[in-house]
């Protein structure tokens, strides 16, 4: 039995073999948020499979989220978190809690876990790599909202992001960006990572959450869309089978493509090491946007 567990083990490496081949030395951009943030064992299992992409010579570029940790720490402060199109509405006290939760919490974490399984990480503050101007009002039913110190990526600060992969390090960035004017903006961090991804012309673009890819019918696990090309993103927006939360990760693929990106993958964290079945077998397991 344990022979037959070797020779199993040993087929899976072999068929990652042409994956690891093709992708050495290219640079993947991987977004990294929802419930796959809340729990540890999710969190070590997910980031040793990063730590894995880099050990076999990929270049892999984490955007983090904190969605959910931003919440609890807003209700902590007696605020109640509002969402419009999938972008949190961000006032003065908000906008705080978001730089400490993301800059001095999730990343740092990232960053240690990583490094506790051997890998080479560091972390970079947003502020520092993405500039951003305020979004204007959105529109909620038959309402402007003004949704405060929430920006859109106008430009991207690359040279210490390039400067750590040319050292084999795993960039770790959170999404805050910084007006000209120094002023601090939220940024949805599906959008930022995938500005990173456009800016780096990255053969790959995923998104890690905790959901399994684009769904016909989100309450049926058996509706999951396999490959959505990039004209039919819209017609699926459109007719709402792309809804809430998932239209910025598909807009943002979008846009990716548009730059020059190879292709983009959604998956689902939750599923036992989903970035190494994505990316290194045939077959996959998410979402794939395609040009």
């Known amino acids: 039995m344990q022979n037959q567990s070797g020779v199993g083990k040993a087929e899976a490496l072999l068929e990652a073999l042409p994956f690891i081949q093709k992708f050495r030395g290219q640079t993947f951009v991987i977004k990294y948020g929802g419930s796959a943030m809340e729990d540890d064992h999710l969190i070590e299992r997910l980031l040793r499979d990063v730590v ?20 609890q720490r807003m209700r902590e402060a007696g ?12 006032d003065e006290t908000a906008i705080k809690i978001v730089e400490e939760v993301l800059d001095t919490v999730i990343r740092p974490r990232i960053v240690e876990t990583m490094q506790q399984f051997g890998g080479r990480a560091e972390g970079f503050s947003g502020r520092d790599v993405f500039k951003a ?16 110190f929430v920006g859109e990526v106008t430009s991207l600060e690359l040279s210490g992001v ?43 673009m995923i998104y890690v959450s905790d959901v399994l890819g684009v769904m016909r019918n989100v309450k049926d696990p058996n509706s999951l869309i396999p490959t959505v090309s990039r004209e039919n993103a819209a017609h699926l927006i459109e ?53």
Not at 177 to 201: P, R, S
């Open 52 to 71: 894995f992409l880099e050990a076999v010579g990929i270049n892999p570029v984490l955007v983090h989220g904190g969605g959910k940790s931003i919440t």
């Open 79 to 90: 605020k109640t978190p509002r969402f419009v199109n999938g972008l949190r509405v961000t």
């Open 133 to 148: 101007k305020r979004l204007p009002p959105q529109i909620d039913g038959k309402n402007l909202v003004d949704i405060g």
């Open 162 to 204: 390039t400067e750590a992969i040319d050292r084999e390090v795993v960039p770790v960035i959170s999404p805050i960006a910084q007006t000209e004017e120094g002023i601090i903006l939220n940024v949805n961090a599906d959008v930022a990572a995938g500005a990173m991804a456009g800016a780096l012309k990255a053969a790959k």
């Open 239 to 291: 007719h709402h089978i792309i809804e809430g939360g998932m239209i910025p990760k598909v807009l943002s693929a979008v846009e990716a493509l548009n730059e020059g990106v190879g292709k983009v993958h959604l998956i689902d964290g939750r599923i036992p090491h989903a970035l190494l079945l994505e990316v290194f077998t045939a077959g996959g397991i998410g979402t794939e946007i395609v040009p």
